[in-house]
């Protein structure tokens, strides 16, 4: 298999891997992620907006260190 392909393959299974997490996150006792302080939540009627900052930022940090990681274990 190409390496492109490989990556793709990886990459595809990472994101489905997440989202199912992300699906399963309350009732696996991760129901505070996206509900950290730093995340942006604004709630009128009609009208809702979540920017979730401080989430995106723990998943940053998450994903950094994995690959690095990673990257060591090569």
Known sequence: MPPVARAL????AL???LGL????APSL????LGRL????????PGLRIYVPF???ILASVALTLLFWL???LR
């Open 37 to 44: 302080p730093g995340d942006l939540r604004i709630e009128r």
């Open 29 to 32: 006792g991760l129901g505070w």
């Open 70 to 72: 990673l990257s060591r």
């Open 15 to 17: 994101l489905v891997a």
């Open 9 to 12: 393959v990886v990459t595809g």
């Open 54 to 56: 401080m989430s995106s």
């Open 21 to 24: 997490l992300a699906w399963l």
